[in-house]
């Protein structure tokens, strides 16, 4: 087992489940003190008690990641606690998909708060605190490249995701902080179960080149290399963990 994150700081938010547990698991794994920022706080502090339970480090956060103090309030008490903080993974989302008529101010507001403001504070808190050799990795999702029906605030979000990492690689370059973005196509997750109809998941399969989908861990391992300096030289880069799907005229 490597140990690239020996001694780093990481917050992980959205990291109680799903892909953000996936991401926290890897991370602590290779040596990292884990932040777990999730709105359900029993499961971030269960999520954390499970990594010291198998030798690792973490503190956990509850908040919503809407709001810009529950940033500055976590990151805070990482960096005045190790000293340090090293990588944020803009994880969180709330999605619900459905046609446009079907769309309500609360549908609206919950998904840009927590898919998009987060990004924002996410981002404002992380780079303050952090010195040279910083990385911020977000989790955006295929469907910022694709047109997806009943799916038109999730879309919008994850693409505007990618405009934020854009832009915050070209600010915060000079200073050796590192941004990128990971574009997941269909993950099979509780929120995917939740919300996507399974004849449907069968269907993307058929369609995807590599015939599978990507797994919780292959994401976790795309977010770790983005994370490490193996990536030193990429920033502003958003990298597509969907088989191939994407790209691929099916």
Known sequence: MTRRFEGKVALITGGARGIGRGIVEAIAAEGGIVGILDRAEDLAKEAAAAVEAAGGRAMAFGGDVAHRETFTAAV???KERHGRFDILVNNAIWVRYGPIADITPDMLQRMVGTGFNSVVWGTQAAAEAMSEGG???NIA??????????GMIYAGVKAGVLGLTRSASAELGPRRIRVNAICPGSVPTEGV???VDPEKVKLRIAKTPLQQLASVEDIAQAACFLASDQSRSITGES????????HAFL
């Not at 999702?141 to 009943?150: L, Q, R, T, V």
């Not at 990298?239 to 994407?246: K, N, P, Q, R």
């Open 239 to 246: 990298l597509l963990v969907d088989g191939g799907a994407t």
């Open 141 to 150: 999702s295929a469907a910022a490249f694709i047109g997806m029906p009943h």
């Open 76 to 78: 805070s008490a990482m």
């Open 193 to 195: 179960r939740i919300n």
């Open 135 to 137: 990385s911020i990795v």
